[in-house]
């Protein structure tokens, strides 16, 4: 088998550096991914879709929301508080070089 080049090397560490350390968690990356397709998703909606507890998807939200990959908006509907997040501009810009650099990478 032939040895890769230093170009093949170089460009592979360039396509490797791509990628988002905060979207490497899987539940993380199927936030932005969900809010990338929707307007807002609900903080119960999202816990659903994805299958995690209260604490796992809170802890999930607060890295994102930390890294301003997510907007928050808290309301009432009939008393009862419900969270909504939507993806930023920040977020979507990661999300798209995230999912470039694995296609380049299974290519």
């Excluded at 990356?29 to 809170?58: N, Q, T």
């Excluded at 907007?71 to 798209?96: M, V």
């Amino acid at each position: 088998m032939p040895e890769p080049s230093h170009e093949d090397d170089a460009e592979l560490k360039g396509t490797l550096n791509n990628l988002s350390k905060l979207l490497t968690h899987q539940v993380r990356l199927g936030i932005c991914v969900l809010l990338s397709r929707h307007v807002a998703i609900s903080f119960s909606r999202l816990k659903e879709l994805l299958e995690e507890s209260d604490g796992s998807m809170g802890g999930q939200l607060r890295k994102l929301e930390e890294e301003e990959f997510i907007n928050i908006k808290k309301e009432f509907r009939n008393r009862k508080p419900i969270t909504w997040y939507s993806l930023t501009e920040k977020g979507q810009a990661a999300l798209e070089m995230h999912l470039n650099a694995l296609e380049k990478l299974i290519k």
